[in-house]
């Protein structure tokens, strides 16, 4: 445990994993508790819960806090009067773009019959707090307000103005915030580069790892593959049955590897990821930084289904249906393929790659591409500005030995949409966790309470530092 600098009170008790140490909260933990508190217990569930009284609960905060009323925006998209998403200015001194903070309010469904405890309460027990959200991405939420709350208390006046934004459906859901916001609202969320979730520590054997900054994802995009024909009576087969011809083109799909295909983010990954790797495992990793088309080193690194999805565009099958009756040879089979595309690559281009692939003109693709699975951008550079803070940071709080690797994520946040508008965004929290323990949209979601602190004190340190150091123009 990182011993505390400054006295503090004898009262918030909070209990860490078994042989940690009981330590207390000061006045700037207890408010984040209480606003984590706060967020996770309203619910915001896509379907049944509200977005904006989330937002309306911290905008409370806000202008109690002070914050003039001109700084303050509730946006709510017409028609959708639960996805309203909060935008708050803090003004520094005008010097360069300002730095944007985002995190989404919304939480994927959780059934109490599913959790041992209330998921939409937060529980605090054996060292984690529990509930919806508690990692995603309340966690991120609640530390950005409360620093900033903080940061007014204090006094604190940034060199560039720092914006934070909580926003609605993330998760999915038909109102994207960051997306409305771009499309309508840009100039409430522009923005030198951002900082999101994405990125965050591991821990092994319950000690600090590596920290890991998201510059880079992939994007999801589903597509459709259909056939059809006449049909018939099922005592009468004939050689051109639906399913068969779909499950063929499947088949294909199954064992077709799409090639490697590194950028400046996968690349600094793999070097640095060596490091920390078996001896053949390493070798191979410094073999495919050096030759992407090592197929050698490909096929060592993609025994390992996380490395494999680092390396290339995936595509896998998902749903499948065919057939109308027991008794009838089936009319039309289709199946819906989910591919995670890598930022230097278009949907368009890995349509006509599974069209390559399968080689069969009866099996119609199409896809269907909402303007949230739109194509990818390229990475966000990785700037000295950020990077060598987060270093500095990690090693000061986490430990010298602890490294810093950039990610390329397999999944998706919204900071796709950012990068894809030209704000350069960046995962990362200093909110370390086990990963053979992730729970994020799993049943009794948590968040280590020690973890949860560190983080909190890790953003607070490098927003400081961004808003108040050398600025990018």
């Known amino acids: 445990m990182r011993l505390l600098r400054f006295l503090l009170p004898l009262s918030a008790i909070a209990f860490l994993p078994a042989g940690a140490q009981l330590r207390t909260l000061d006045q700037h933990q207890r408010l984040a508790r209480e606003v984590y508190k706060e967020l996770v217990e309203i619910n915001t569930v896509d ?26 925006h509730l946006i709510i998209p017409p028609g959708k009067p639960t996805k309203g998403n909060l935008i708050v200015r803090y ?39 529990y509930g919806r959200g508690s990692g995603d991405d309340k966690s991120m939420a609640s530390i950005f307000v409360a620093n900033m709350l903080r940061d007014k208390k204090e006094g604190y006046v940034p060199a560039r103005d720092v914006i934070l934004a909580l926003t609605a459906d993330e998760e999915g859901g038909d109102a994207n915030g960051v997306e409305w916001l771009l ?55 004939r050689p051109d049955n639906a399913i068969y011809q779909l499950v063929d083109g499947l088949a294909k799909v199954a064992r077709y590897s799409f090639p490697v295909q590194l950028n400046e983010v996968s690349r600094t990954f793999f070097e640095r990821t060596a490091a920390l790797e078996t001896p053949a495992m390493a070798a191979a990793m410094r073999a495919i930084v050096a030759q992407p088309t090592d197929s050698a080193a490909s096929a060592i690194i993609s025994k390992d289904p996380r ?67 739109r194509s990818g951008a390229p990475p966000s550079k990785l700037i000295a500005e950020l990077m060598d803070p987060v270093t500095v940071i ?17 999944g998706a946040t919204d900071g796709r949409f950012l990068r894809a508008a ?20 799993g049943r009794d979601e948590r968040m280590l309470v020690k973890s949860y602190f560190d983080g909190q004190e890790f953003l607070h340190r490098l927003v400081r530092q961004l808003s108040s150091g050398a600025l990018t123009p």
């Open 394 to 410: 990690t090693k000061d709080m986490f430990g010298a030995n602890v490294p810093v690797i950039p990610v390329m994520s397999t």
């Open 183 to 237: 499309a309508h609202n840009r100039d409430l969320i522009d923005a030198a580069y951002a900082l999101n979730e994405g990125g965050g520590g591991s821990l092994r054997n319950g000690q600090p790892f590596l920290n890991s900054v998201q510059a880079a994802e992939k994007v999801p995009v589903n597509f459709t593959l259909a056939t059809s024909n006449r049909g018939g009576h099922s005592s009468v087969p």
């Open 91 to 129: 003004r520094g001194r005008g010097q360069g773009k300002p730095l944007l903070l985002l995190a989404h309010l919304d939480v994927v469904a959780a059934l109490r019959s599913d959790w041992t405890i209330d998921p939409f309460l937060l529980t605090e027990k054996d060292g984690y707090f």
């Open 47 to 72: 379907s049944v819960g509200s977005v904006t009284k989330a937002a309306q609960a911290m905008e409370k905060r806000f202008r109690a806090a002070g914050f003039p009323a001109k700084d303050i």
């Open 307 to 373: 490395y494999n999805s680092m390396l290339r565009t995936t595509c896998v099958a998902t749903r499948l249906a065919g057939g109308h009756a027991y008794n009838a040879l089936p009319q039309t089979a289709s199946a819906n393929v989910n591919c995670r595309i890598v930022p230097t690559q278009t949907p368009d281009e890995v349509r006509d790659m599974l069209a390559r692939i399968i080689g069969d003109t009866a099996i119609h693709i199409t896809s269907t591409v909402p303007i949230r699975e």
């Open 422 to 441: 030209g704000i350069p965004t960046y995962g990362v929290s200093g909110l370390f966790g086990d990963p053979s323990d992730a729970r994020a949209h």
